[in-house]
């Protein structure tokens, strides 16, 4: 069988439709694209475990008074006062016979912070009392004096309230036992928030013009969480 | 032969074989173009799609057993004996 030149001509042709066509064809639907994606959804959990830290410093740990001696004479009493508070955070205040010590404090009064991330019952010891701190109280000259006071440095530090009995009021310092400045349930007392978590000590001398030597006296803070 | 075969000579076979030829080799050409970039598009639809979703969740631990930590203050001062 043979094909005459006419039906080859025709059958060329017919290719060339038909490669157009399936060209035309293949390139629409390849251009579509494919029909769906799988979509992948991966889903991860991420866990914190933060532990709770109880930290509580003095952030202000040296008071220093500086040097100086009594005027013993009636007029003064033979006593000197020193003392520093919450209304006065750079001066120490003076009184009596005082001739020379430190009228400013470097750093500010006796601060203490909760520099952790629970709230703490916060309690002061004193290493010694006045008669051992300063001495002296002889013959004509008064009994020493050594008292504190504790207030808020930030306001609202210690949610539930200051214990009432020092709180900005010198009390007698009573030495070796826990004496609580801050304390209530969780919640109620020493905050660790930054805006609101510190607490100052204030401190209130009497010095007899008969006392002499180096003085040093140690307050340790405990908080408990 | 008859009358008919003598209308379209064979160099007009020819050429049209050629021209089939290239229309298929043109066709190829641009059936694999339109693959490349179909490709292309899906790897950025792909991207596109998908997708994470994360939880994260906070848990703080109370302590077991009250904690105490302690700080230390130290008042001093020098007192000159009264000349």
Do not use: H
């Amino acid at each position: 069988m043979e094909f005459s030149n006419k039906t080859l001509a025709w059958l060329v042709v017919a290719t060339i439709i038909v490669s157009l066509a399936g060209t035309l064809i293949s390139v629409n639907r390849i251009s579509k694209g494919p029909s769906g994606f799988v979509v992948v959804n991966s889903t991860g959990n991420a866990s914190v475990s933060i532990t709770t830290q109880t930290q509580l410093n003095f952030i202000v740990s040296a008071l220093n008074f500086g040097v100086g001696q009594v005027n013993g004479s009636a007029s003064t009493n033979y006593q000197c006062n020193l003392s520093n508070n919450k209304t006065s955070t750079t001066n120490i205040i003076r009184a009596g016979g005082c001739v020379g010590f430190n009228t400013t404090m470097t750093n500010g009064p006796l601060t203490l912070q909760n520099d952790g991330n629970t709230w703490l019952n916060v309690s002061l010891n004193f290493s010694a009392n006045a008669a051992n701190f300063i001495g002296g109280g002889a013959t004509v000259n008064p009994a020493p004096l050594f008292m504190f006071s504790a207030s808020e440095n930030e306001s609202g530090s210690c949610a539930g309230g200051m214990n009432a009995t020092m709180n900005n009021t010198y009390i007698t310092v009573v030495p070796n036992i826990w004496i609580p400045i801050c304390t209530g349930a969780s919640g109620s007392n020493l905050n660790y928030a930054d805006a609101t978590d510190s607490l100052t000590v204030g401190i209130f001398l009497g010095i007899p013009s008969d006392a002499a030597g180096s003085k040093t006296v140690t307050i340790t803070a405990q908080g408990t969480s | 032969m008859n009358q008919n075969n003598k209308t379209i000579p064979n160099k007009a076979i020819a050429i049209l074989i050629i021209v089939a030829l290239l229309v298929t080799i043109i066709s190829t050409w641009v059936i694999l173009g339109a693959i490349k970039a179909s490709s292309e598009k899906q790897f950025a639809r792909t991207q596109t799609v998908v997708s994470s979703n994360g939880d994260v969740s906070l848990k703080v631990l109370a302590p077991t057993t009250p904690s105490t930590k302690v700080s230390t203050g130290q008042v001093k001062l020098v007192i000159n004996s009264n000349t």
